[in-house]
């Protein structure tokens, strides 16, 4: 039984897009992982600011741009709590995960990784995770290796200590699976490699959205995480780094606001977070990402966490019933995302007739080729849940895949 205590079906009339038919079918919306819809006070909050506040920041002396400025700071303040991280400085707003990843790679690895060291990534992660590291061992001469995992989707703990060694400069690994949902051991994973003074990043893109992350808990070193994904505006996301960290490190980009001075001689760089974030933000996507932590906030990360563990129990059962198909990922700890394939039919057929349907999934090899050629498959099939869907979406994925039968049997 999908717990009563939370009511999705009252929480959906909140998210204007879900209410909608698509080829004369009610919308049902699982591609949650590729990005998710926004609840109206987010959509307020945009037309908000750029109806009546909108200003640049950290420049004006005038009413507008310091009342931007304060929503701007105060969302800093709302992801720090959100995160439990220590200090506001420790929270830099990026573009999303993948900006995030690509700032610690140029700025931290191009400063601390050298000829012959390394970096390990696992085998489930997404090309973000991937291709800035390989763009800096190329750079520098160093070497990418790769945490392998079993037949179920799970990191194999005991090769990853074995990767572990005296070159290992850096740790970076999905704290959630895009693909499988597999909810990797991320805390145990940085005890480790802090045993060895090893720095960890972690890709909280699929996880902070759906469940309670504790920086200081897992104390891993950074962790990324994109607005879209966690029913904020597109085009914002957040950096984590511990101050320590941040502090020694250089500059990602040049530009205004990332300076205290500067003269043709010699410039000084501005304190942390305004030192990584060069040029105007995203001012109104930081505003929105903030409407979306306090829509995220009213609802309880531990409600919505238990909700959406109920949910893939009830759809792991339903598409286990479903004649032909089979599950990729079948980790013991997951998140609510589900691949599959289905016996003869190529999962863009599947998208495909899923869409005349009204269900939105996705297809594809989601960013994640190495994964793909680990399971043998060239694509799959996925949905993506959030606190939003409902068993009657299970159902209707279900009944969307027997028409998927229909046409190809
Ligand atoms: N995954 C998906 O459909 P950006 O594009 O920067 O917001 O997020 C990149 C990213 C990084 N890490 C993980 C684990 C992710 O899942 C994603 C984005 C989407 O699975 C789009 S490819």
Redesign the pocket.
């Known amino acids: 039984m999908i717990r009563d205590a939370f009511d999705a079906v009252r929480v959906r009339k909140n998210f204007p897009a879900l209410n909608q038919k698509i080829y004369g079918k009610p919308l049902v919306y699982l591609?949650n992982?590729?990005?998710t819809q926004k609840p109206k006070s987010v959509i307020d909050a945009l037309e908000q600011y750029y109806s009546s506040e909108n200003a640049n920041i950290h420049r004006g002396i005038y009413y507008l741009s310091q009342q931007a400025t304060n929503a701007y700071e105060g969302v800093r303040a709302r992801v720090r709590q959100f995160l439990n991280a220590r200090s506001s400085e420790e929270i830099i707003f990026v573009?999303?995960?993948?900006?995030g990843?690509n700032l610690v790679a140029q700025s931290y690895g191009r400063t601390y990784v050298k000829e012959g060291d390394e970096i390990v990534v696992s085998v489930m992660?997404?090309h973000?995770?991937i291709v800035p590291w390989q763009m800096l061992c190329d750079e520098a001469g160093a070497r990418l290796r790769v945490i392998p995992i079993n037949d179920e989707g799970e990191i194999l703990t005991g090769e990853y200590e074995n990767l572990l060694n005296e070159r290992t400069k850096l740790v970076s690994i999905?704290h959630?699976?895009?693909?499988i949902g597999t909810l990797n051991p991320v805390k145990e994973m940085v005890e480790k490699a802090h045993g060895r003074g090893i720095p960890v990043l972690v890709?909280g893109?699929?996880a902070v959205p759906h469940l309670k992350v504790d920086v200081q808990d897992l104390d891993c070193d950074f962790l990324?995480f994109?607005g879209?994904?966690m029913f904020g505006p597109t085009g914002v996301?957040v950096l984590y780094g511990k101050s320590e960290l941040l502090e020694k490190m250089p500059p990602y980009q040049g530009g205004g606001d990332m300076i205290s001075s500067v003269t043709f001689e010699k410039t000084v760089y501005n304190k942390i977070p305004y030192k990584f974030e060069a040029g105007t933000p995203h001012i109104a996507g930081v505003i929105g990402l903030g409407r979306a932590i306090d829509y995220l906030n009213e609802i309880g990360m531990e409600e919505i966490a238990a909700y959406e563990e109920e949910l893939l129990r009830v759809a792991t059962e339903a598409l286990g019933r479903v004649p032909g198909l089979r599950l990729i990922g079948t980790a013991r700890k997951k998140s609510a995302i589900v691949s599959f394939v289905l016996k003869e039919v190529h999962p863009h057929d599947i998208g495909t007739i899923l869409d005349r349907q009204g269900v939105a999934i996705?297809a594809g090899h989601?960013?994640a080729m190495p994964l793909m050629q680990r399971f043998g498959v060239p694509a799959t099939a996925r949905a993506?849940f959030a606190f939003y869907n409902t068993k009657e979406d299970v159902d209707a994925l279900c009944r969307a895949l027997g028409k998927v039968r229909e046409v190809f049997k």
């Open positions: 591609d992982a590729a990005t573009r999303g995960a993948t900006e990843i992660e997404h973000s995770n999905a959630v699976s895009n693909v890709d893109a699929q990324v994109s879209h994904k996301g996705r989601h960013c993506s």
